[in-house]
């Protein structure tokens, strides 16, 4: 398996101007990281140049380009945007040298019925694979939201939309907030995880950071290893399964996300089989 970062993982850092991607590839290169996960949220296209230029010169890859589609629009035009959104980021994915993109399905949305707006998603991707599989690239769609956050209703929508390029990308701590046991849910997408999202959450009574789950649990983010996530039993069965792509870190606790990020990828190669 290959150890990748998530620059989401320092967003604070780049939303503050404290860091930009050129400044997360020298971390990353630093703590011997050689791919990351670029956002299309904290990437602009006259960006696009210099970054290549430094992860060549370091001898560094793009891992996934990350985008934030959402399919759940009531207006057919909107949904039609989502579309060429995905079709441009499919292009500039290619430019970067990236094989995936991390896509969403959509936020739920007050006065849209939730049958309406699954087959809205359905629709979206399917009208968008044949252009990934012409450019020889992978949408990995996110268990993430009402739509798509259990690992049935990601199986479900990989089966409807049918391609080798519409596969999933399981975020480990994500299934918590469906209610879900991770290393559960990673079994059941065993044959369609193409990327994974490597993080760690635990249990918390109250937290203005939190996440809360289906069931009104409350989660905040952690250093990995340091959660309820079963991280080293997923690497063990991702394994045993013959998986052997990408474990993209991407931290989301309350503390330092240097030091914290720094200390969830040694903890991350610690058990990379």
């Known amino acids: 398996m ?58 560094m890859e793009v891992s996934s380009y990350s985008i934030n589609n959402d399919f759940v629009q009531s207006k057919k035009v909107d949904r039609e945007k989502q579309v060429n959104y995905i079709k441009e980021s499919i292009e500039i994915a290619c430019d970067l040298g990236a094989k995936y993109i991390r896509v969403f399905s959509g936020e739920e949305k007050e006065g849209i019925a939730f049958e309406d707006a699954k087959q809205w998603i359905i629709d979206g991707f ?27 209703q990601v199986k479900d929508l990989i089966n409807a939309v049918s391609s080798l390029n519409f596969k999933s990308n399981a975020d480990v701590a994500n299934f918590l907030l469906a209610d879900e046991k991770p290393l559960d ?71 330092d996300p240097i030091i914290d990020t720094e200390e969830s990828i040694e903890y991350v190669r610690s058990i990379i089989l």
Request: charged letters at 30%; proline letters at 1%.
């Open 185 to 255: 849910a990673i079994k059941n997408l065993k044959d369609h995880i193409r990327f994974v999202h490597f993080k760690d959450f635990k249990q918390v009574s109250s937290g203005k950071n939190g996440y809360r789950s289906l069931s009104g649990k409350m989660y905040e983010g952690t250093v990995l290893g340091k959660g309820e996530v079963p991280l080293k039993e997923i690497v063990e069965f991702l394994h045993a399964n013959s998986y052997d792509g990408f474990l993209s870190i991407e931290y989301e606790g309350t503390g």
């Open 2 to 59: 290959k150890l990748s970062v998530s620059i989401w993982s320092v967003h604070e850092k780049v939303y503050n101007k404290e860091m930009d991607n050129i400044d997360f590839i020298s971390f990353c290169h630093d703590n011997g990281v050689k791919y990351v996960e670029l956002l299309d949220n904290f990437l602009s296209v006259k960006e696009i140049k210099a970054v290549k230029a430094n992860l060549k010169e370091r001898k």
């Open 126 to 152: 399917k009208a968008v694979v044949p252009y990934a599989e012409e450019n020889d690239i992978t949408l990995v769609i996110e268990n993430h939201g009402l739509f798509v956050g259990k690992s049935s």
